[in-house]
Antibody, heavy 120, light 112 residues
């Protein structure tokens, strides 16, 4: 069974930093494109960024609002995905979902999400 | 960025009746490889989204066949042939043909 478990969310002040993790199991992590998607309180879904597999150059793309502030990385040996967030803004407040693409699409399976609150 | 526009934003439906959601993109979603990366997701309250349809019309494993997707270019449709109680929630289209990927605003489906 595919499982994606996010952790690392919490309350952080504007300008602060936070690192989210996603522990993956139930599939060959090294073969999966991995994506972060977020959802602000009462809002729709917003794509944050994606990292491809090693065979595809581990190419990383970011959404415009987070480019230069967020960094996505992966550790295939530990089946883990990370989202390092710097210079956080109040508008970054959201539930952050870890999403795995296993070949059907880039967004086949979703974790339950972790809440990040940016507030003073 | 490609803008995805869904209509309607709210859809009250009767159990057992069909429902339809439209999604329009600001530019063609035909990718350089010839594929069209248009997906549909369903999110129930308090739950993460789940994939229903990928590449316009392919149902994800386990998705009931009452869900179907169609369209081409810039215009796409999700249809539910007979709405069941478990189908309530918000439906999102998403394009993956051009980075950054973008979602529609969401369509809330509720039972009349």
């Amino acid at each position: 069974e595919v499982q994606l478990v996010e952790s690392g969310g919490g309350l952080v002040r504007p300008g602060g930093s936070l690192r989210l993790s996603c522990a993956a199991s139930g599939f060959t992590f090294a073969n999966a494109w991995m994506t972060w998607v977020r959802q602000g309180p009462g809002k729709g879904l917003e794509w944050v960024g994606r990292i491809k597999i090693k065979a595809h150059g581990e190419t990383i793309d970011y959404a415009t609002p987070v480019k230069g502030r967020f960094t996505i990385s992966r550790d295939d040996s530990n089946n883990a995905l990370y989202l390092q967030m710097f210079s956080l803004k109040t508008e970054d407040t959201a539930v952050y979902f870890c999403v795995a693409g296993l070949g059907f699409s880039a967004e086949d399976y979703w974790g339950q999400g972790t809440l990040v609150t940016v507030s003073s | 960025d490609i803008v995805m526009t869904q209509t309607p934003l709210s859809s009250p439906v009767t159990l057992g009746q069909p429902a339809s959601i439209s999604c329009r993109s600001s530019q063609s979603l035909v990718s350089g490889d010839g594929n069209t990366y248009l997906s549909w997701f369903h999110q129930r309250p308090g739950q993460p989204p789940r994939l229903l349809i990928y590449q316009i019309s392919n149902r994800f494993p386990g998705v009931p066949d009452r869900f179907s997707g169609s369209g081409a270019g810039t215009d796409f449709t999700l249809k539910i042939s007979r709405v069941e109680a478990e189908d309530v929630g918000v439906y999102y289209c998403m394009q993956g043909s051009q980075s950054p990927q973008t979602f529609g605003q969401g369509t809330k489906v509720e039972i009349k």
